[in-house]
C-alpha cells in the first residue's frame, strides 16, 4: 500500500454515564476501582491510540424527581484518574473533561501543566461548557451564568489559561549552580488579564510543560461550538454519524480555520463511534441488536420519551405504539444534561412519522434515535469501514466508545487494529512521545498577549 494514506487516530472513551454503557450485562465491572480505568489504558496502548478520554459527571441527572438510573454508576476526579494513569502507561494520551463553566483559569492551567509534566507531555483538555443551572447548584455561584455568555466565558478562560502556560520561557530552567542562577531575569514573566469574566494579577508556578499548551479538545455542534472549536480547539468531539454528514460537518469546520491564522493539520475531527464484531455480518448484526436491546431496556425507553412529552408516560407499553398526546408546554421533567433541545413538539412530529413510517414501537424508536455512529460486522469490515470514513475527509479519526467496563475495547485492538495496519493506515509503532507528535499537531510557541515581564 501507499505511505500516502491518510493514518487514523484512535483514541478510547472510558464508558461512562450514558445509556451506551451496558452496566447489567454480567460482565461489565465496577466504574470505579482503579483496575478498571487501568484495563482500559493498557489495552489502548497495546493498540497504539492516541488517547485515553475521560468524561466528566458533575451532577446526578433527576427524573421525575428521582436519580436517573443510567448515572448511578459514579464518577471518581478526573484528573486524579489521569494522574494516576500517567504512572502506569508510557506513551498513551490521558483526556479529561472539565468545566469551563464552574473553574477558573490558573487553577486549571496549574492542573493540566502538572498533568503534562508528569505524564511527560501526554496531557489533554477536553474543554466542555454548561449553562445548567442544577449542576450549578453544587458550586458556589450555581445558575448565575446565562446560556448565551457561556462561550464568552469558556473563551476568556482559555485565553486565560494559554497565559499562564506562556508565562515561563522554554528555557527558563537553567539551573546553572556554578554561577547560582536557577533562571535568568525575564524568563518567568507576570500574567495580566482583565476582561468581563476575569480580572487576573499573578504569576505561574509551574514551568512551561513538554508539550507547551496541552492538546485542547472541544465538543459543541452548534454554529457557536463550531467557531469556538475552529479558533481554541486542537481536536473536535462530535457526533455525526454517515458519511455525507460527517465530511459536511468537516468541510465547515476545517474551512473556518483560516480566520484564526489556522491550517488544515491544526484541527482533527473525531467523531464518537461504537462497534460490534462478529464471526460474520450477520453474527456482528445480532450482536448488535442485542446490545442495543440491552442499551434501551424497557424502562430506559419511556424514561427518554418522557424527556421529549414532558409527561409521566409509566401507563404506556414499550412495545407498543407511541402516546396519543402531545407534548406539555413545560418538558422540564429532567433535571442535568438531556439529549433533547430543540422544540419538543417538532421531536415528537418527527419520531410520529418515523415510528409510523418504520412501523415501530416506543422501544424500538429509542433504538433507532439514539444510536451512535456503529460499525457493525467482522474485523475486515469494520476496518474497511473506518478507514473509509476517514480516506473520505468524514473525519480524522474516531473515539471509541465500548459498551463494556473494562474489556470492552479488547477485542477491537486483537483482531481490528492488524487490519488496520495491514491496509497501511494506522501506526506499527510510536513514533514520538508526546500526545501532540500522536495527532500530528504542531509544538504551540507563545501565543498570548497579556504576559509581562517583571
Same mark, same amino acid.
Given at each position: ?44 496502548? @497495546?493498540? #497504539? ?10 451532577? #446526578? ?48 492551567? $496549574? ?5 503534562? *509534566? ?43 489559561? @494559554? ?15 556554578? @554561577? ?59 457526533? *455525526? ?121 416506543? $422501544? ?35 473515539? #471509541? ?54
Amino acid at each position: 500500500m501507499s505511505n500516502q494514506r491518510k493514518q487514523i487516530h484512535l483514541a478510547a472513551h472510558f464508558p461512562g454515564v450514558n445509556n451506551t454503557t451496558v452496566w447489567s450485562d454480567p460482565e461489565s465491572k465496577s466504574q470505579i476501582d482503579f483496575d478498571s480505568f487501568v484495563h482500559l489504558a493498557e489495552t489502548a496502548e @497495546r493498540g #497504539l491510540f492516541d488517547f485515553f478520554f475521560l468524561a466528566e459527571g458533575l451532577r #446526578l441527572r433527576e427524573h421525575r424527581g428521582q436519580i436517573h438510573d443510567l448515572d448511578v454508576v459514579g464518577r471518581p476526579d478526573t484528573l486524579t484518574v489521569l494522574g494516576a494513569l500517567a504512572g502506569v502507561t508510557t506513551h498513551l494520551g490521558l483526556a479529561g473533561t472539565i468545566n469551563t463553566t464552574f473553574n477558573e483559569p490558573y487553577e486549571l492551567a $496549574r492542573q493540566f501543566a502538572a498533568l503534562d *509534566h508528569l505524564s511527560d507531555g501526554r496531557a489533554a483538555w477536553n474543554m466542555v461548557t454548561s449553562s445548567d443551572a442544577f449542576t450549578g447548584e453544587n458550586f458556589r455561584r450555581g445558575g448565575y451564568l446565562d446560556k448565551a455568555d457561556r462561550y464568552v466565558r469558556a473563551g476568556e478562560l482559555i485565553e486565560g489559561a @494559554r497565559k499562564f502556560w506562556d508565562s515561563w520561557d522554554q528555557d527558563a530552567l537553567q539551573i546553572d549552580r556554578a @554561577r547560582g542562577v536557577f533562571a535568568p531575569d525575564n524568563s518567568i514573566r507576570d500574567v495580566t488579564h482583565s476582561g468581563s469574566q476575569f480580572d487576573i494579577r499573578g504569576r505561574f508556578t509551574i514551568p512551561r510543560s513538554p508539550q507547551g499548551h496541552p492538546v485542547l479538545l472541544q465538543a459543541g455542534d452548534s454554529d457557536q461550538g463550531r467557531e469556538f472549536g475552529a479558533a481554541q480547539a486542537d481536536a473536535i468531539f462530535t457526533i *455525526h454519524g454517515s458519511l455525507e454528514d460527517g465530511q459536511k460537518f468537516y468541510t465547515d469546520v476545517k474551512g473556518r480555520l483560516a480566520k484564526y491564522g489556522r491550517s488544515h493539520g491544526d484541527l482533527k475531527v473525531l467523531p464518537a463511534a461504537t462497534f460490534v464484531l462478529g464471526d460474520s455480518a450477520a453474527d456482528a448484526a445480532e450482536r448488535a441488536d442485542h446490545i442495543r436491546h440491552q442499551q434501551v431496556g424497557p424502562q430506559t425507553a419511556i424514561v427518554f420519551l418522557e424527556q421529549v412529552w414532558g409527561r409521566d408516560l409509566s401507563a404506556y407499553d414499550p412495545d407498543g405504539p407511541l402516546p396519543d398526546v402531545e407534548p406539555a408546554d413545560d418538558t422540564n421533567i429532567t433535571r442535568g444534561r438531556v439529549r433533547h433541545a430543540k422544540d419538543p413538539r417538532e421531536i415528537a412530529a418527527a419520531w410520529r412519522a418515523k415510528a409510523e413510517a418504520e412501523k415501530l414501537s416506543i $422501544r424500538e424508536l429509542i433504538i433507532a434515535v439514539t444510536t451512535r455512529q456503529q460499525f457493525v460486522g467482522t474485523a475486515a469490515q469494520v476496518a474497511e469501514e473506518i478507514d473509509r470514513y476517514v480516506q473520505a475527509d468524514a473525519c480524522d479519526g474516531f473515539i #471509541l466508545v465500548p459498551h463494556l467496563t473494562p474489556a470492552g475495547l479488547d477485542e477491537f485492538v486483537e483482531k481490528v487494529v492488524p487490519e488496520l495496519q495491514n491496509r497501511g493506515s494506522f501506526r506499527s509503532e510510536y513514533s514520538g512521545t508526546t500526545l501532540r507528535s500522536h495527532l500530528e499537531l504542531r509544538h504551540p510557541h507563545h501565543q498570548t498577549e497579556g504576559v509581562r515581564a517583571s
